[in-house]
Each structure stands twice: as C-alpha cells, then as structure tokens.
C-alpha cells in the first residue's frame, strides 16, 4: 500500500512538473505571439496607400521632424511663388496675394502695401509684364525656433519684347503653428520677412 501512494505521489509529481512546463511554454508562446502581433500592427501603421490615377502605391509615414527640412522649404517656396508669380490681372494678383498672406504674418503684407502704394502692381498691368520667381537655394538654420531662413531666387519680369532677369534675395524667420489648415497646410507662418535685394541682373532680348 505504501508502495502504492508513493507511486501515486511520484506520478503527481510528474504530473506537477509537466503542467509548469507546459504552462511556462504557454506564456513563452503568447508573449512571442504578442510581441510578433505588436510589431506586425506598427509596421502596418506606419504603411499609407495611395490610390492614384486608378493604382495603388504604398507610401511610408514618418514623424514630423524627420520631414521638417522638406515641409519648411516647401512653405517658403509656396509664399515667394504666391507673392511674386503674377501676370498682368488684378484680380488674379489679389487671388495670389491673398494665397500668400496666409502664409505670413503682417511683415509680408507691409512688403504688399509699400509695392502698391508705389504702383508696382499698376505698372504691370499696364505695361503687360508677367512675373515669374524660380527659387535657386534657401538657407535654413533648425536648430532653434522660430527658424531662420534666407531665400535666394531668381525672378523675370517677361514682356512682348524682352525679358529683364532680376536677382532677387529675402530673409526672415518661421514659426510652426502646431495646426494645418487648407489655407495653410503645411501649418507654418513666415514673420519678420523682408527683401534685402530685388535687382537687375541681365536684359535679355526676345527672339
């Protein structure tokens, strides 16, 4: 009978030991299963599609900071070409400078009352002058906000006749707002903005 308990009490060991083994296995799965599900479910977070012209395209989301270089030159490329692309309509240059003015702060529309008081604006429109700026750099300093910004460009003032190429370079600083707009999508405002040179680099004829 003794013989037959301690079978019975080794069994039950055995028995002990097989079910923390198969309990601690069972925790060892379920913690590999959640941590492959939790990387599974980021990576798919971190994936946009894109439907385009009837095809999907997979794009990859990223923080704000890794693109802030990108997203800062685009908003100041965005307000030089609202503030200086212009053809010779009033509406369509007030459309434009509308455009720009949410981009910046009241500095920008000082520039835009000092070019009208001066009848900048006129001469265009009655000398039928389109004007186009091709931004060539932009000088940006991200270490400290708001950021520092010198943008350099080339502007052309195009009429029937000939083409005058100005040298155009501006500076000023910008400042994230923290919201994106659809007037201001990239959520940034350009302030302290002045031009520190607008002039004639050469006057080329047209054929």
Request: proline content about 2%; glycine content about 2%; overall charge neutral.
């Amino acid at each position: 009978m003794f013989k037959q308990l301690k079978n019975i009490d080794t069994a039950f060991q055995h028995i002990k030991r097989f079910s923390l083994v198969l309990i601690a296995a069972n925790v060892l799965i379920c913690g590999l299963w959640s941590f492959v599900t939790y990387r599974a479910v980021t990576e798919a977070q971190q994936r946009v599609h894109i439907l385009y012209n009837g095809k999907v395209f997979e794009a990859f989301a990223s923080t704000r900071k890794a693109n802030l270089p990108v997203e800062l030159r685009d908003h100041i490329k965005d307000f030089h070409h609202y503030f200086f692309d212009q053809s010779p309509d009033d509406k369509e240059i007030k459309k434009k400078i509308s455009k720009a003015l949410y981009l910046a702060d009241n500095s920008a529309k000082k520039q835009y009352d000092n070019l009208v008081e001066s009848g900048y604006y006129n001469n265009l429109i009655s000398a039928n002058i389109s004007q186009e700026v091709e931004i060539d750099s932009i000088k940006l300093d991200i270490n400290t906000a708001p950021y520092q910004f010198t943008c350099y460009a080339t502007e052309k003032l195009i009429r029937a006749s000939n083409t005058v190429v100005r040298k155009l370079v501006t500076q000023g600083v910008i400042r994230d707002l923290g919201d994106k707009t659809d007037d201001n999508p990239h959520g940034f405002l350009i302030q302290q903005w002045q031009i520190l040179e607008n002039s004639d680099a050469t006057n080329a004829q047209q054929p």
